[in-house]
């Protein structure tokens, strides 16, 4: 089993629509993060959360939002798409321990029409 | 402001030889790297790091270098194998959270 699992894989939706990416580990660590990753570039951080009542803000949040549901659940929201949101996300998960290597998920690929 | 660049988008090596990957960066504040590898539809997996302190961290096939007066690491691999082939991202911290990633380059190893 995956330990950072993310749903869905893919997602085509409209302009305007709200849309929900969801984001659990089994992994039993404290840090989860939300990444885009658009061609050619690397990974941009979105929100970053240390635990639960913990959450901030990376590079780019404008246009999402998160919530941590739980320790092993962390989900990214687009109020309202927009055809440059479309991307492919990533979650990750860390300790809060030195080194910051990160675990992420498969991804999810979205698409903004 | 592109504070991790990889230069190279693509490199293509013959199978047995050695792959080198290469990566600069520009903040002196950065004192841990990783390199992570990525096949398609999957996402990154970590592969290798070093601490800002050392110049030098080898594990098994897989070999990072840091030259920090040049603010330059590379990630070399002796011998190649096709399984190699995927993207490799170098990233950088500098505050024990934040990764700042370079663009990755493509490796393709040739049989």
């Known amino acids: 089993d995956a330990d950072v699992t993310q749903t869905p894989r893919n997602r085509i939706t409209k302009t305007g629509k709200r849309i929900m990416l969801e984001c659990s580990q089994t992994?039993?660590?404290?840090?989860m993060y939300w990444y885009r990753q658009d061609p050619g570039l690397g990974l941009q951080l979105i929100y970053y959360s240390f635990d639960v009542k913990d959450i901030n803000k990376g590079e780019i949040s404008d246009g999402y939002s998160v919530s941590r549901q739980a320790q092993a659940k962390f989900s990214l929201s687009l109020e309202s798409a927009i055809p440059n949101q479309t991307a492919l996300y990533f979650c990750?998960?860390?300790?809060?321990?030195?080194?910051?290597?990160?675990?992420f998920g498969p991804g999810t690929r979205l698409t903004v029409l | 402001d592109q504070q991790v660049k990889q230069n190279s988008p693509s490199l293509s090596v013959q199978e047995g030889r050695i792959s080198i990957l290469n990566c600069d960066y520009t903040n002196s504040m950065f004192d841990y790297f990783l390199w992570y590898k990525k096949y398609p539809a999957e996402g990154p997996t970590f592969l290798i790091s070093i601490s800002s302190i050392k110049d030098k961290n080898e594990d098994g096939r897989f070999t990072v270098f840091l030259n920090k007066s040049a603010k330059h690491l590379s990630l070399h691999i002796v011998p190649s194998q096709p399984g190699d082939s995927a993207v490799y991202f170098c990233a950088a911290s500098a505050s024990n959270y934040q990764l700042i990633w370079g663009a990755g380059t493509k490796l393709i190893i040739k049989p």
């Open positions: 992994k039993g660590h404290d840090r």
């Open positions: 990750a998960t860390s300790t809060s321990g030195g080194g910051n290597e990160q675990f």
